[in-house]
């Protein structure tokens, strides 16, 4: 079966009504210089412009000359406006764009994207930036298998159960997280992922972009001394595989240094596979020498 390849129209069809359906536009994560002509297109000529905050995309629509009337469409919508919508797609093109980046990558869009499918209404995607795929290109971590995990729990147990489900998923991961909170999964990071290589990337395609990497203990004492703004794009490379040869009761005693029992236990646990009540018994007998 041959696929079917989408083409650049000429430009006299360019001024023409887009057909009616959804299209789904990424728009830039910084710098208004990556905005593709194709999504400045698809813009200008929808009929409905479908956006998480009309005052942000208002500043992309004034910088590309783009007067589509817009409708907020975000986390709180009610499903009533999704429907109004998904109507308006039938007869007309709506695109529909996020406050940065690609749309349904960690934000409500795939309800309106499956509810459309689902309708039969025509769905048509028009990429760009995405955050996590740049940050990903910027970390020098592997590449050849990624995990997008989205957005961290913002309460501390949440956090550590999820970091927990994935610590052993052996491929780098790749989450969303706020400057406030950064810290405090880095520190997470540190207890639960101690010889992992992380990476932090902020500020993306701004002036002052930047990818700084280390362990999380290293990352979180800088970003603690510097705290950062704005969302972030934060890497964890995969599981390092400890070596058979390993010494439990050095690695149990370097553990014991810096963290309880417990969680030394844990921690030498995920380092070398060995069993972790063994190893908690163990450095119980170590603490008490």
């Not at 299209?23 to 002509?37: E, F, H, S």
Request: with cysteine; glycine share 6%.
């Amino acid at each position: 079966m041959k696929a079917h390849v989408k083409t650049q129209a000429p430009e006299s069809v360019l001024c023409e009504p887009l057909e009616p359906g959804l299209y789904i536009v990424a728009t830039p994560i910084g710098n208004l210089g990556d905005v593709t002509r194709r999504a400045v297109d698809v813009l200008q000529r929808a009929d409905l412009i479908a956006c998480e905050d009309t005052r942000v995309t208002g500043k992309l629509l004034k910088a590309t000359e783009v007067s589509t009337r817009m409708q907020r469409y975000d986390d709180h919508a009610s499903p009533e406006t999704r429907a109004r919508l998904l109507d308006s797609a039938r007869v007309g093109a709506v695109a529909l764009v996020s406050d940065a980046g690609t749309p349904l990558i960690s934000d409500p869009g795939y309800r309106l994207v499956k509810e459309a499918r689902d309708a039969g209404i025509a769905v048509t995607t028009i990429p760009g930036a995405c955050a996590a795929v740049a940050g990903m290109t910027l970390s020098g971590l592997p590449n050849d298998r990624f995990m997008f995990a989205g957005f961290l729990p913002v309460k501390d147990k949440a956090r550590r159960d999820v970091l927990e489900e994935l610590g052993s998923v052996a491929t780098t991961l790749v989450f969303y997280e706020t400057g406030p909170r950064l810290e405090r999964s880095l520190r997470a990071m540190a207890d639960l992922w101690p010889g992992r290589e992380i990476a932090v990337a902020r500020e993306l395609t701004k002036l002052h972009e930047e990818c700084r990497t280390g362990t999380a203990a290293q990352l979180a004492d800088h970003y603690a001394a510097h705290p950062p703004k704005g969302e972030i794009v934060l890497l964890a490379g995969p599981p390092v595989a400890a070596a058979t040869t390993a010494d439990p009761d050095a690695l149990l005693k370097e553990a014991l240094a810096e963290v309880s029992v417990s969680k030394a236990a844990g921690r030498v646990a995920k380092l070398t596979g060995l069993d972790r009540q063994m190893l908690y018994a163990r450095a119980v007998e170590l603490k008490s020498q």
